[in-house]
């Protein structure tokens, strides 16, 4: 068995818990590795991997907020992923810190017992010709420039048929699990994660329709004539600039978010919003 621990930057707890967990683990023979901030944190370089190559462990351990959460789940592929929760809202993370050594444990041996109970989350990807997006669990947007005399004009399908048209600074569109972050800021609906849903988020629009929630296989098409480019931004990271006019799609992708461990407390996790 191999796991690989992702602990929060700068964060002197998740570094602790992050070398608590090898050390635990070292007993049980289970092999541990660390994305290279945290391997440097705990004192131990030779320890470092790319978090890219993740995928190839039994489990990913993510320790500190969804921040952290979402940089680990960029290499997990379909490793499942076991967040730890440091004070933060945590709505990906339901373990906390006392009991995550335990938790931890439990997991891996469930894992190699062929056991474990693993949910599943969805993930977006947006494609345009040629361009494909990394993976998104939380969201998708697709921007022109923000601000005084920015945006664009924005027309968006959905499985082919008309949902709305005009000036927009841009279209966000998120899983549930994502409903709660940067969905939520432009005014979108909060969605449970129990829903199998897509949600479509007019940003700033002019004459905006209303937030749009669909089910979870549809296709969303997003064309743009009028910008002098347009972005394509992935959980907030990797942006990139396409060119216009220009047709982007988004719809989910495999392999989904696969989650290790107890499920977070949606209501929960909501009241630490406010």
């Not at 609906?189 to 329709?209: F, K, N, Q, R, Y």
């Not at 749009?212 to 004539?225: F, K, Q, S, Y």
Request: hydrophobic share 45%; glycine share 12%.
């Amino acid at each position: 068995m191999e796991v690989g621990i992702v602990a929060q930057r700068n964060n002197s707890r998740a570094a602790a818990l992050a070398a608590e967990l090898r050390a635990a683990l070292g007993e049980d023979g289970v092999g541990c590795w660390f994305d290279e901030s945290t391997a440097a944190a705990i004192g131990d370089p030779a320890a470092a991997a790319s978090v890219a190559g993740f995928d190839a462990y039994d489990l990913v351990v993510s320790i500190g907020g969804d921040g952290t959460f979402l940089f680990a789940a960029r290499g997990a592929g379909g490793t499942p992923i076991l967040g730890i929760n440091l004070g933060e809202v945590g709505f990906l993370n339901a373990v906390r810190p006392e009991g995550a050594v335990d938790a931890v444990r439990e997991e891996v041996g469930a894992i190699a017992a062929d056991n474990a109970e693993i949910r599943e989350a969805p993930r977006l990807t947006a494609e345009s010709d040629g361009f494909e997006s990394v993976p998104a669990v939380n969201e998708i947007v697709v921007t022109g420039r923000r601000g005084h005399g920015g945006g664009a004009t924005f027309d968006v399908d959905v499985d082919g048929s008309d949902y709305t048209a005009g000036h927009a600074d841009g279209i966000l569109m998120a899983t549930p699990t994502g409903s709660s972050a940067y969905n939520l800021s432009e005014g979108g609906p909060l969605v449970h994660p129990s829903i199998d849903g897509l949600i479509v988020t007019e940003m700033a629009g002019t004459e905006a329709m209303p937030p749009l929630v669909v089910d979870g296989d549809c296709e969303i098409t997003v064309r743009v004539d009028d910008a002098d480019h347009i972005v394509v931004v992935s959980d907030g990271r990797r942006p990139h600039e396409l060119d216009v006019p220009r047709e982007i799609t988004v719809s989910r992708t495999e392999p989904p978010v696969r989650l290790a461990g107890p499920a977070a407390d949606f209501f929960e996790a909501l009241g630490k919003l406010s």
